[in-house]
């Protein structure tokens, strides 16, 4: 069976987590679908349509879109058997558990936990803004492309 993946998030900027997920998830799917949530509520520092290039250009191999409303709905649209998502950690595990469940009982869609690459289990989008906003080095935490980016958008 030629299995979908679906890979949501934020996404603002992609750090080299986000990568690591979505390179790891084109190695066991046959076909990956990065899902960049449009959330007219939260200021992102990138607009959605740089998210989405961005991650066209860094992981070859998947497709991106992005999806309003609720993710499910995006799943079944785009034939989606699984949900995958990265975990840091135990805090991650709790919140994304409680998420994985509702999801479930939305439309049975099941979702897959990947474990981040140890050395990049503190590596958030949030965080990188906000180091790097204060004149941290993010240059190992994110691809090149969007240390430039953030260096244009005066927060690198
Ligand atoms: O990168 P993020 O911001 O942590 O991603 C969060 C995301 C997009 C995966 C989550 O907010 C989501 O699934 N939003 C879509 C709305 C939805 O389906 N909400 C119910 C979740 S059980």
Redesign the pocket.
């Known amino acids: 069976m030629k299995v979908t993946a679906i890979c ?4 603002d900027p992609p750090t080299n987590g986000h990568v690591d997920i979505l390179s790891r998830c084109v190695l066991m799917y046959e076909r990956v679908v990065a ?1 960049v ?1 449009v ?1 007219p509520s939260k200021t992102a520092l990138f607009s959605l349509d740089e998210r989405m290039d961005f991650l066209r250009e860094l992981v070859p191999g998947i497709e991106v879109r992005s ?1 309003s ?4 709905d995006a799943a079944t649209e785009w034939s989606a058997q699984v949900i995958v ?1 990265g975990l840091r950690g135990a805090a991650d595990f709790e919140y994304e558990q ?2 994985a469940h ?2 479930r009982h ?1 439309t049975g869609v099941d979702t897959v936990f990947v474990p981040s690459s140890p050395e990049l289990m503190f590596v958030s ?1 949030s965080l990188v803004k906000e180091v790097s906003a204060l004149g941290g080095d993010v240059s190992s935490l994110v691809p090149g492309i969007i240390h430039d980016a953030m260096k244009e958008r005066h927060v690198g």
């Open positions: 949501p998030g934020s996404y899902a949530v959330n999806f409303g609720l993710l499910v998502k409680q998420m509702m999801n939305l989008s």
